[in-house]
């Protein structure tokens, strides 16, 4: 057996991230050198850490339970231990002393059994059956023991379904291009991708690598940490991209760097372009918000309202912005104001790269929000919890219209189709769901490889690409 501190170490890292703990993940990641370890994520499947404890307390069971000959009590462990029963030697003492007990009375009541019964039949008497969950009776089902069934009627045919592989580690985020066939992509392999996905393209599916580099000794060096964001402006001409090292970057759609944005003490959680396209706003983990000149690549101006990390932010207008914080709070600013317009407290914000800005259960830790971008009708949002649901909520009611149920893990992203008519859904159960939002129905359905951790739709509306844990990127084709 072997085990080393850089393994124990990144799986500690790794359950920090797929547990939303951005921050403890980031600061854990760089005391312990993360980023300098041999180890291949896109090798180490979801929730690796918690399947080690789970193995290791089977076994502490099964230490228990199996006496010297190899015999069980009762055919089974006797009881269920807790983790931390299983690192305590008195309550493992306790318990092994426990089943010896029980065996031994077992024993003596199958020697007393067999001498007093041996002429009684043992079949069961008139007008009984036997209801044992194998004869006659109900099977006791789990519906989250085994991975959902893929309904064949819902289930996007693999011909429909392009993976996009290139990246060395987890594909955090992923963008369409406003404008074009361009699906770009942010990983922990310090690069941003983007995709050509137009089928007059002859190369299949080219990809331009993005690598971010810092200068360390008159020189350009990878930077070896995580692409935490992108957005492409509203003519789909240039990317911006956030990293864990701390600078914002604008990129053409050719892959060549245009200018690199560093005012930033700190990884950049957020970034998005403003309607107009001749602003940058980013969030920082300094816990400041700045607006860049996207021609100059100077910053505006610097706004430090909040006193933890900002997670989030949004643009109301081209001058005017929300922003979120693990503070509690929300502050709404504008471009030459030195003070916020408006600020909410009290919210708690639980994020995993994209903020949750409202919450209505004070104990599920809620994961996405989006809004209906068509702004037909009523006033929808949609928020992804990390109990395995999605809600749509009918806002200006305050009434939750439907409650889809079908992912079996947290669903880290949410994204409405272009005209609100569909909604996507992405889970670390590795499975991308398009529901119905009139109905809340099922539609599509499609099953990749790695947990899933962001879902975005294409101009049109009949696309959908998706980033996933083990490094790939999916493009579903949602066309007949």
């Not at 699906?183 to 190369?203: C, F, Q, Y």
């Not at 690598?209 to 020189?219: A, K, M, P, S, Y």
């Not at 396209?277 to 816990?287: H, R």
């Not at 709404?332 to 209505?360: E, Y």
Request: glycine letters at 8%; hydrophobic letters at 35%.
């Amino acid at each position: 057996m072997s085990i080393t501190s850089d393994e124990v170490n990144f799986l500690v890292y790794r359950y920090l991230q797929e547990s939303g703990f951005s921050h403890s993940a980031f600061t854990f990641g760089i005391e312990s050198h993360i980023s300098q370890s041999n180890i291949n994520g896109t090798l180490v499947p979801p929730a690796a850490l918690i399947s080690i404890l789970q193995k290791g307390l089977q076994y502490v069971e099964a230490e228990i339970s199996i006496n010297e000959d190899g015999t069980v009590f009762d055919g089974r462990p006797i009881e269920s231990l807790s983790l931390i029963d299983a690192v305590m030697p008195d309550v493992v003492q306790t318990r092994q002393q426990a089943f010896r007990d029980k065996l031994a009375q077992q024993q003596a009541a199958g020697a007393m059994a067999a001498s007093t019964s041996g002429n009684q039949s043992n079949a069961p008497k008139n007008g009984e059956a036997t209801v044992n969950g194998e004869e006659n009776g109900t099977h006791n089902m789990n519906n989250h023991s085994e991975p959902m069934e893929m309904d064949v009627d819902v289930a996007i045919p693999a011909s429909k379904a392009t993976v996009l592989r290139g990246h060395e580690s987890e594909v955090f985020i992923c963008a369409w291009n406003p404008v074009s066939d361009l699906l770009a992509s942010g990983s922990g392999d310090s690069t941003a991708r983007i995709w050509n996905l137009n089928e007059n393209n002859n190369s299949n599916s080219t990809q331009l690598v993005l690598r971010h580099c810092i200068r360390e000794g008159g020189q350009d060096v990878p930077s070896n940490k995580d692409v935490t964001s992108l957005d492409w402006n509203s003519d789909g001409t240039l990317l911006a991209t956030g990293s864990y090292d701390g600078f914002a970057r604008i990129w053409t759609k050719d892959g060549n760097l245009a200018s690199t944005l560093g005012q930033h003490k700190g990884p950049i959680f957020a970034l998005k372009w403003n309607k107009k396209g001749n602003s940058i706003l980013s969030a920082g983990v300094d816990k400041t918000t700045i607006i860049w000149d996207a021609h100059t690549g100077e910053a505006k101006q610097q706004f430090p309202f909040h006193s933890a990390p900002a997670l989030d932010v949004d643009w109301q207008n081209n001058t005017t912005f929300a922003s979120c914080s693990t503070d509690m709070c929300i502050h709404v600013c504008r471009l030459g104001s030195d003070r916020p317009l408006k600020t909410f407290q009290g919210h708690t914000v639980n994020n995993f790269f994209h903020a949750a800005l409202l919450t209505l259960s004070p104990t599920i830790p809620l994961n996405a929000i989006k809004w209906d971008p068509s702004g037909i009708g009523d006033s929808y949002s949609v928020i992804a919890s990390f109990d395995s649901t999605v809600r749509l909520w009918d806002v200006e009611r305050g009434v939750c219209i439907h409650t889809l149920t079908k992912h079996q893990e947290p669903v880290y992203s949410v994204a409405f189709s272009p005209d609100g008519k569909h909604l996507a859904s992405g889970s670390f159960d590795k499975c991308v769901h398009i529901w119905n939002t009139t109905t809340g129905a099922l539609v599509h359905s499609y099953r990749g490889t790695g947990g899933i951790f962001e879902v975005c739709w294409n101009s049109t509306g009949d696309k959908v690409g998706a980033s996933a844990s083990d490094g790939s990127v999916c493009v579903l084709d949602l066309r007949k």
